[in-house]
């Protein structure tokens, strides 16, 4: 073989060689690529899972709530592949997150199984309605926290406007009155306040006229703030009046000096 062969035979088995590791890495790149999309959408739909879930929920216990004579059938089982199969794989994600909705979807089926023996048992459901509602709102905060803020702790996710998120539950279709005897966003944002997320305006602790009491007395002083309050027009200025005796008793003063030089 030539010199000029071998460069030849050299150059061609690089250049094979270089586009078998191009198209390797490009096949690696398409994997990983298609995992991720993967891992998003299973994500997706574990939000929207629960999000389902707690829609039909709302809807059963509005309809016990009209009907207590409804029997335990008009409850549905809680069903959650989505989680179950996000749990089963190795799946990036927030596992504290992923072990809060576990905990939510324990707490919502306890709940209906409760409820659902108090209809076979033909008691009064009013208690267990009130568990179920209490579940709820909690499975809605809950989803707020992982469709909005990935899952983060409350007390992580910073400063958040109340109306966002009565805006997001307005826009999953929980309405104000879709729970009976209650205010659903309202009892949602308190929710989450009491959970420790910084949701702004605060609610009012005090009146104006309560908060401005507590700054000063005003009633111990009689110029008010800064001295600016006048005085009634009957009641005679305290300096005026100070004054006056001054200038009184100097007066005497002048009088018993004059009336002992005299004598």
């Known amino acids: 073989m ?7 035979f050299f150059t061609g ?30 994500l997706q739909g574990v939000s929207h899972e629960l999000r389902i879930n707690l829609q039909r929920m ?41 072990a809060v909705l576990g905990a939510t979807y324990q707490e919502l089926e306890a709940r209906k199984m409760s409820l659902r023996a108090t209809l076979a048992q033909g008691r009064d459901p009013s208690t267990s309605l009130d568990d179920a509602m209490d579940a709820v709102i909690n499975g809605i905060a809950t989803l707020y926290m992982w469709e909005v803020h990935d899952g983060a702790r409350p007390s992580d996710a910073g400063v958040v406007r109340s109306w966002h998120v009565r805006s997001w539950m307005k ?6 009155g879709a729970l009976p005897g209650m205010y659903l966003r309202d009892e949602v944002v308190e929710r989450l306040r009491t959970y420790g997320l ?16 507590m700054q000063y007395d005003r009633h111990a002083d009689t110029r008010g703030p800064l001295g600016k309050r006048k005085l009634p027009k009957d009641e005679p200025d305290a300096d005026i009046e100070e004054d006056d005796d001054e200038e009184l008793a100097v007066a005497d003063g002048d009088a018993a000096t004059s009336e002992a030089e005299l004598h």
């Open 2 to 8: 030539s010199e000029s062969d071998f460069y030849t």
């Open 13 to 42: 088995g690089l250049g094979l060689l270089i586009a078998a590791a191009l198209l390797i890495a490009w096949q690696f790149w398409r994997l990983r690529d298609d995992e991720r999309e993967g891992a998003i959408s299973a």
């Open 58 to 98: 709302v809807n059963e216990i509005a309809q016990i709530a009209a009907n207590h004579e409804a029997g335990p059938d008009a409850l549905l089982p809680i069903r959650h592949p989505q989680l179950d199969g996000v749990n089963s794989t190795m799946i990036r994600a927030n596992r504290n997150a992923i």
């Open 171 to 176: 826009g999953h279709g929980f309405s104000q």
């Open 198 to 213: 910084n949701l702004t305006p605060q609610p009012l602790t005090h009146t104006a006229h309560e908060y401005y009491n």
